[in-house]
């Protein structure tokens, strides 16, 4: 028996193959970014990528187990490499007047929905389905398991990333660059002494208040 270290590697293309075996050619993966944090929008990539063995990208993987640098190596492949992408973004506004899960579900569709070319299939990263008229998938860590979703993930990543470094610029007093948005004690101090800006998800911030004020422990 294998032990935990020793298990064989995921394949990353065992969903893929299973579709293409059914006779799908263009696999779409979707995955989002930033559905915990106190500040910003959240992020969702769409992206058909090609599946011959010669176009490839060796290490594409859930965004997260990655160090930014090879995350930005290889969103600029898929980037070069991908039949087709889109990236799309739902504010802050609109997450707090529609909710996080109705935001996300609403970015990921707008993002399968612009790509330029149409896919078979698209599998989603997580366990609900997307209000889409094509066939889909859900896989629950998908962005660890396909490789399609994987991408998705990288370039959702590395564009919400860059896209707070930005909102560092014209609110630097918050910290965006380092935390990303996300409820770390530097930001929650942030927040103590400078108050909201624009670019906060007022329900986050009300409801971890709440938390707190009861004794509770908040996930986000």
């Known amino acids: 028996m294998r032990t935990k270290k020793e298990s064989a590697p995921i394949d990353k293309l065992f969903y893929e193959r299973e579709m293409a075996e059914l006779g799908a050619q263009y696999i779409a993966g ?8 106190f500040a910003g929008p959240v992020v969702c ?11 490839l990208i060796e290490g594409i993987d859930d965004s997260k187990r990655l160090k ?43 993002a399968v929905e612009g790509l330029s070319v149409e896919p078979d299939v698209v599998f989603v990263d997580g366990n609900f389905k997307l209000d889409i008229s094509l066939p889909q998938q859900s896989l629950v860590k998908g962005d660890y398991l396909s490789y399609s979703i994987g991408a998705a993930s990288i370039l959702a990543k590395v564009y ?30 942030a927040i103590g ?28």
């Open 45 to 55: 990539a769409a992206v058909i990528m090609p599946l011959e063995k010669k176009f």
């Open 160 to 189: 919400r990333d860059r896209l707070m470094c930005e909102f560092d610029k014209i609110y630097p007093q918050y910290g965006f660059a380092k935390h990303k948005g996300y409820g770390t004690k530097m930001h929650r101090d």
């Open 68 to 110: 930014e640098g090879e995350r930005e190596r290889l969103a600029e492949l898929i980037r070069e490499r991908a039949i087709a992408y889109k990236i799309c973004e739902v504010d802050n506004k609109t997450i707090d007047r529609i909710n996080i899960l109705q935001a996300t579900k609403l970015c990921m569709k707008q």
């Open 193 to 220: 002494e400078y108050g909201l800006c624009e670019i906060h998800r007022r329900t986050f911030i009300k409801n971890r208040s709440e938390e707190q004020g009861n004794g509770g422990q908040s996930n986000t």
């Open 30 to 37: 979707v995955d989002e970014v930033g559905r915990g944090p």
